[in-house]
C-alpha cells in the first residue's frame, strides 16, 4: 500500500462501528497483519506486512473495508502472445478477468467479499452457459458486497445467471418449480432444516412463480428476464403461520425477518472468515447488531475482523484461488497466461464453477489431490524465465541460506522454525548427494528451484 | 479401441509386487505360499531406479529410507496378504437425484401418463423388466438390462428411508454416512475401514475424483483419492536428478511437521502431504514411460468428455495390478437434478452411466475380476412422479439403485409400489426398501463385517438377500 493512502487512513478517524463484540486487544504485528491479508484479501504483496502492522489494527480492517481506491493496478491482463482476454467468450477468460481483479485490485476485500459472496449463492457456469451472465452477476456481487443482506438477497434472485440455475425463471402458477424456494432457505439464509417446512418449500415456491425470460436468436444465450403477473400465483399462501397473497417480495421479506435467519447469517459470515465458531454470546450480540443495524453487512464484518479469536484463533487453510491470487502477488507477476484457468481445476477451485449449490467445502481443501496441485502450481509460478538455469544462476551452496533466498522469492512468509529446518535439512540432503565436479556446480541452482516449491508446500504456507 | 481410454500401463500382478518389494526393503514375506520370490527383490535403490527406464522413483541411498517409507512397505505388505485378493466394493454415486421413473418407467402402471404428461415413454420403447412387467428400462439403460437378464443386477426401484430429506446435501449426507444422522461425521464404508484397514495402507479406501467422497470419510485408517492414476505425477521447474528424487523425502518431513502440530489446518495440510507421498510412489508403475502408448483397454467404454469412464476403466486396471484395494468411491460427472428440460439433460447422463456400467462389469470378467467385485449404484433420491410445468421433476423421495457383479443377488429388492397407493401426502414415492438394510445386508454378506458396530440401529433391522 502506498505511504499516501496510509497517511489517509491514519487521519481518518475509526468510526465507532464494533458494536458490543470484543475487539483484539493484543500485539498486531507483521505475523497478525500477514493473517489478515490473507483471510480479508488476497495475500500480501511484498513489504506489505510490516506497512499493515504499523497502521494498527484498526486503521488497518478500515484500509481494507473502506479502500481509499478502487483502482487496478499494474499492466492489463494479457494470455499467450499478448492477446487481450476475451472474459465473455472464450473458455478460461472469465476465471482470468475476476483473478486479474484478485491480484491487482486496491480494494482487497471487497474483491474477497466479491468472492464470499460467490460462493455464499454459489452458481455455476455448468448450469448457466452464459459466461456473461455469470459476470454480471458478478458484478453485481461486487458492487453489493458490504452494503445490506436483503439487497443482496433480492438482486440474486432476480439475477438472470440465478434465475437460470436455480429455475426460477419459467416457474408459473401451473406447476411452481422449487428448486430456488428450497435452496434460498436451505442454503442462503436459514440453513439446512432450520426454521422451514416442505410445506414452506411449496408455498414460497408458489409466491416465487412469474419469472420468465426469452432467447436472444443472435446468441443463442438466455436474455429479457422479466416478471409476467400472468405467469404469477397470486392466490393465498401461508409461509411461516403467516397468510398472504404473497408475491416474490414478500417472499424475501418473510425470509429475512425469519427468526432464525440472523444467526444463521452471522455464522456463515463469521465461517468465512475463521474456522473455530463465534462463542455463543459474541454470535449474539452480532445477531444482534446485524438485525438493529438493517441487515447491513459491512459493521458485521469490521467487527469481525477485529474480534481476538480472528487472531488468537486457529489458522485457517487458504482457498486455493487465493492461494493462486497471492503467489501471484507476492512475486509480482500478473495475468499473462491462460494456464490459471486449468491449473484452478486442479487445485479444486475454479471460480464461476463451483462444484453445486451449496458452494465449495472449505473444510476439505487439501486431499491427495489437491495436494498435489498446489505443489505443482510452482513449476508454472517460476516458468519460464524465473527458474534459476544450473550452472548459469549463481547459488551459494548454503543451505540456510538457500531455504532464506527460497522464502524471500515468495515475499517471505512467517514460517515456524521446525518448517525452516526442514527446508534446510533438505537443502543439505540434495548438496551433498553431488559427487562429480558438475553436479556441484549444478545442483545448488536445482536445489533452490526445488525450495521454492517446497516453501509453499508447506503447512504453514497453506494455513494461515 | 476405446477413444478415450485411460493411459495407464497395465501391469501384472507379480510385476506390481515386485517393484512394491523391491521399494520397501527386505525382510518382507514371500508373496504368496509357493510362489517364488519374484526377480528384482533386493535390488540397489539406484539400480532399481536405473532400471525402471527414468521413472522418478522416490528412492535414493538406502540408509535413511526405511521410516518415511512405512506406508511402502504396508502397502507391499498388504499386497501380498490374502486381503489383496479378497472382495472389493466400488461405490457409485449418481449426481443430483436421478429420475428413478425414467431409468425404469412404470408404463404399466395406469396413473403413469397422467403424472409424466410429457416425458412419459411408451411401453415397449424400452426393454421390459422381466421381474415386473409393468416396468420398463429406459431404452438407453438398456446395458443394465442386459446385465439383468444374466443375472447380475439386483434393481430396487423405490429405495429411500422414512422422513425422506429432499435437500441433496441431507440425503446424500443420509447415504453417505449409512444413517439419517445429520451428525456423523465418519461414512458408512469409512467406519468399515476403520474396523478393518490398516494404518499404512492408503489405498485401502480410494477414490477417484477431485475431492474426497464422504463415504469413505474414516476417523482412524488413511484413505486415498486421486484424480486418474495416469495424471498423478509431480511437475517441477528446473528440478531433477538427486536434489528431485530426495526433494519427495522432504514432502514426509513437511507432512510430519503439519501432522505433529495442533492446528487442524497444519493437520490437513501435513496428512495430506504424507499421503500424496505414499500414493505417488503407490502409483509409479502407472506413470507411462516417456513414448510408451497406451495399452488397448479389455473393455468398450464409452468416450465422453467427462472422466467417469476414465475414472471407472481405472479402477479395473488397478485392481488388476493387485493393489490392495478394499473400497472404492466414484461419482458421474452427470448431474441428474433435472429441474427443467429433463430430456436432454438426463439421456446423455443415462446413457454414459448405464454404458460404463456395462463396460466396467465386462473389463472385470475380461481380467478374472469379477469375482471379487461388487458394484453399487445409487442416488440421493428419486424425483416427484409429478413432472412440474418445465419438462422437469422436482426432488422427491424414494429412488432407484443397483448392485452389479457376479455374485448380486440378481433379484428384486422391495418393489414398486404403484402410484395408486404408493405415495406420500406429498406426492412422493413411498420407498419399499431401505437404504440401511441394504448396506446392512452388503457388509455382513460380502464385506464378513458384522453391520451392527458400522450401521447405528442394524441390530434391529432386518436383511435383504443381496449376494449369491
Known amino acids: 500500500m502506498p505511504e499516501t493512502a496510509i497517511a489517509r487512513r491514519r487521519r481518518q478517524k475509526p468510526a465507532t462501528v464494533h458494536g458490543s463484540l470484543p475487539v483484539y486487544r493484543g500485539r498486531f504485528e507483521a505475523a497478525q497483519a500477514e493473517r489478515l491479508l490473507w483471510r480479508a484479501g488476497f495475500g500480501p504483496r511484498p513489504g506489505d506486512c510490516a506497512k499493515v502492522a504499523a497502521l494498527g489494527m484498526q486503521h488497518a480492517v478500515l484500509s481494507l473495508t473502506r479502500p481509499a481506491s478502487h483502482a487496478l493496478v499494474g499492466p492489463a491482463p494479457h494470455v499467450e502472445k499478448g492477446q487481450p482476454i476475451a472474459p465473455y467468450d472464450v473458455w478460461g477468460n472469465d476465471v482470468l478477468w475476476w483473478l486479474d481483479r484478485m491480484v491487482r485490485s486496491r480494494a482487497q476485500l471487497i474483491e474477497r467479499m466479491t468472492l464470499t459472496w460467490h460462493d455464499w449463492f454459489a452458481t455455476s457456469n455448468e448450469g448457466v452457459n452464459s459466461q456473461r451472465l455469470m459476470i454480471n452477476q458478478n458484478r453485481t456481487q461486487r458492487r453489493l458486497c458490504l452494503t445490506t443482506f436483503p439487497k443482496m438477497l433480492t438482486a440474486m434472485t432476480i439475477d438472470p445467471a440465478m434465475q437460470v440455475w436455480l429455475s426460477l425463471s419459467g416457474s408459473t402458477k401451473q406447476a411452481p418449480n422449487e428448486n430456488y424456494a428450497r435452496e434460498m432457505q436451505e442454503l442462503f439464509s436459514l440453513g439446512v432444516g432450520n426454521g422451514y417446512t416442505e410445506e414452506d418449500v411449496r408455498q414460497h415456491s408458489r409466491a416465487l412463480t412469474g419469472w420468465t425470460n426469452s432467447w436472444n436468436q443472435a446468441t443463442g444465450e438466455p436474455d429479457d428476464f422479466h416478471f409476467d403477473p400472468k405467469l404469477h400465483d397470486d392466490g393465498v399462501k401461508k409461509i411461516y403461520h403467516h397468510s398472504g397473497r404473497f408475491g416474490w417480495r414478500d417472499s424475501l421479506r418473510l425470509l429475512v425477518h425469519h ?139 548454503d543451505p540456510v541460506a538457500m531455504t532464506k533466498h527460497a522464502i524471500d522469492f515468495w515475499g517471505g512468509p512467517l514460517l515456524s522454525g521446525p518448517t525452516r529446518a526442514a ?38 504456507y497453506h494455513a494461515c | 479401441m476405446p477413444i478415450r481410454s485411460c493411459s495407464c500401463r497395465d501391469f501384472t500382478r507379480s510385476e506390481l509386487l515386485r517393484r512394491g518389494v523391491a521399494q520397501a526393503g527386505a525382510g518382507l514375506p514371500a508373496i504368496e505360499p509357493g510362489m517364488p520370490t519374484p526377480a528384482g527383490t533386493g535390488l540397489s535403490r539406484r539400480g532399481f531406479l536405473l532400471r525402471s527406464g527414468g521413472l522418478a522413483l522416490s528412492v535414493y541411498g538406502a540408509g535413511r529410507l526405511l521410516e518415511p517409507h512405512a506406508f511402502e512397505a504396508g502397502v507391499a505388505a498388504a499386497a501380498q496378504s490374502p486381503a489383496a485378493a ?81 435437500s441433496h446435501f441431507t440425503s446424500r449426507h443420509y447415504w453417505e454416512v449409512g444413517a439419517t444422522q445429520a451428525e456423523l461425521m465418519t461414512g458408512w464404508l469409512g467406519r468399515y475401514l476403520d474396523l478393518n484397514g490398516t494404518a499404512d495402507n492408503p489405498l485401502q479406501g480410494l477414490c477417484l475424483d477431485d475431492s474426497l467422497s464422504p463415504a469413505l470419510a474414516t476417523a482412524k485408517v488413511p484413505v486415498a483419492t486421486i484424480d486418474l492414476p495416469s495424471t498423478y505425477s509431480v511437475w517441477t521447474q528446473g528440478v531433477w536428478g538427486p536434489p528431485e528424487t530426495v526433494m519427495y523425502d522432504a514432502f514426509d518431513s513437511l507432512g510430519k511437521i503439519g501432522v505433529g502440530s495442533r492446528d487442524a489446518g497444519m493437520i490437513q495440510s501435513g496428512q495430506a502431504a504424507l499421503m500424496t507421498s505414499t500414493l505417488r510412489r503407490q502409483l509409479l508403475p502407472f506413470q507411462p514411460a516417456d513414448g510408451a502408448s497406451a495399452p488397448p483397454l479389455p473393455a468398450l467404454y464409452p468416450s465422453v468428455s467427462d472422466e467417469f469412464p476414465a475414472r471407472m476403466a481405472a479402477v479395473a486396471q488397478l485392481l488388476g495390478a493387485g493393489l490392495p484395494i478394499n473400497c472404492v468411491s466414484v461419482s458421474t460427472q452427470s448431474v441428474f437434478d433435472t429441474h427443467e428440460n429433463q430430456v436432454p439433460a438426463f439421456e446423455p447422463g443415462l446413457q454414459e452411466a448405464a454404458d460404463t456400467l456395462l463396460a466396467f462389469q465386462r473389463d472385470l470378467e475380461a481380467r478374472g475380476l469379477d469375482d471379487r467385485v461388487l458394484t453399487l449404484v445409487w442416488s440421493e433420491f428419486g424425483r416427484r412422479p409429478q413432472q412440474n410445468a418445465s419438462s422437469g421433476t422436482d426432488h422427491g423421495a424414494a429412488g432407484c439403485a443397483f448392485l452389479i457383479g457376479k455374485h448380486a443377488a440378481g433379484t428384486m429388492i422391495g418393489e414398486w409400489p404403484g402410484l395408486a397407493s404408493g405415495l406420500d401426502p406429498l406426492g412422493n414415492l413411498v420407498e419399499t426398501a431401505d437404504f440401511r438394510v441394504l448396506y446392512a445386508s452388503l457388509l455382513e454378506q460380502w464385506l464378513g463385517q458384522e453391520a451392527a458396530p458400522i450401521i447405528p440401529g442394524a441390530a434391529s433391522m432386518a436383511r435383504a438377500a443381496v449376494v449369491k
Not at chain 1, 446485524?290 to 487453510?317: C, K, N, T, W
Request: aromatic share 10%.
Open chain 1, 259 to 397: 427468526p432464525d435467519h440472523p444467526a444463521f447469517f452471522v455464522a456463515k459470515l463469521w465461517s468465512y472468515f475463521c474456522p473455530e465458531p463465534l462463542p455463543a454470546a459474541d454470535a449474539k450480540s452480532a445477531a444482534e447488531m446485524y438485525v438493529s443495524s438493517g441487515r447491513q453487512i459491512r459493521p458485521l464484518v469490521e467487527a469481525m475482523l477485529m474480534h481476538p479469536l480472528f487472531y488468537d484463533g486457529p489458522r485457517m487453510v487458504k482457498p486455493p484461488i487465493v492461494q493462486i491470487a497471492g503467489m501471484l502477488r507476492s512475486i509480482g507477476r500478473y495475468i499473462d497466461t491462460d494456464s490459471w484457468a486449468w491449473e484452478s481445476s486442479l487445485v479444486g477451485q475454479t471460480p464461476f464453477y463451483p462444484p453445486n449449490v451449496a458452494g465449495w467445502d472449505a473444510t476439505r481443501w487439501l486431499n491427495t489431490d489437491t495436494w498435489l496441485a498446489r505443489f505443482n502450481l510452482t513449476a508454472e509460478m517460476i516458468k519460464p524465465h524465473r527458474a534459476l538455469q544450473p550452472g548459469k544462476a549463481k547459488v551459494k551452496g
Open chain 1, 423 to 460: 527446508l534446510a535439512g533438505y537443502a543439505r540432503a540434495a548438496l551433498d548427494s553431488a559427487t562429480a565436479d558438475w553436479e556441484r556446480q549444478q545442483y545448488p541452482a536445482l536445489t533452490e528451484n526445488a525450495l521454492r516449491a517446497l516453501v509453499v508446500a508447506s503447512p504453514d
Open chain 2, 86 to 166: 479378497g472382495r472389493v466394493l466400488v461405490n457409485v454415486y449418481l449426481q443430483g437425484g436421478i429420475d428413478s421413473m425414467s431409468v425404469l418407467y412404470p408404463a404399466g402402471d395406469p396413473l403413469y401418463s397422467q403424472y409424466r404428461t410429457t416425458l412419459a415413454l411408451a411401453a415397449g420403447a424400452g426393454p421390459v423388466f422381466t421381474e415386473d412387467p409393468r416396468l420398463f428400462w429406459h431404452p438407453l439403460a438398456a446395458p443394465l438390462a442386459q446385465l439383468h437378464n444374466e443375472g447380475k443386477v439386483s434393481v430396487m426401484p423405490t429405495i429411500g428411508y422414512t422422513d425422506p430429506n429432499q
